[in-house]
């Protein structure tokens, strides 16, 4: 996820407690899905796009905070 960005990711999980249980909240849903998709952990069809839904919404949020970084860390 967001290859680009992996020394600001580092940076961001060190340093912005809400950056950091975005991506902590992001990896759950991934190896929750992962499960339900593999069938470790049996889920309606809805269940796991309503998971996906999330992770994704969690994704655009942590977007959001590293395009400002990067922004910020530019001007400065």
């Not at 809805?46 to 839904?53: A, D, F």
């Amino acid at each position: 996820m967001f290859p680009e960005f992996r020394d600001l990711i580092s940076k961001l999980k060190n340093a912005d407690p809400h950056f950091s249980r975005l991506f902590e909240q992001h990896n759950e849903l991934d190896h929750q899905i992962k499960r339900m998709e593999s069938g470790v952990e049996s889920a309606a069809h809805e269940t796991i796009e309503t998971l996906k839904k999330q992770k994704l919404r969690l994704k655009d949020e942590m977007y959001v905070i590293l395009k400002k970084a990067e922004a910020a860390a530019k001007s400065a």
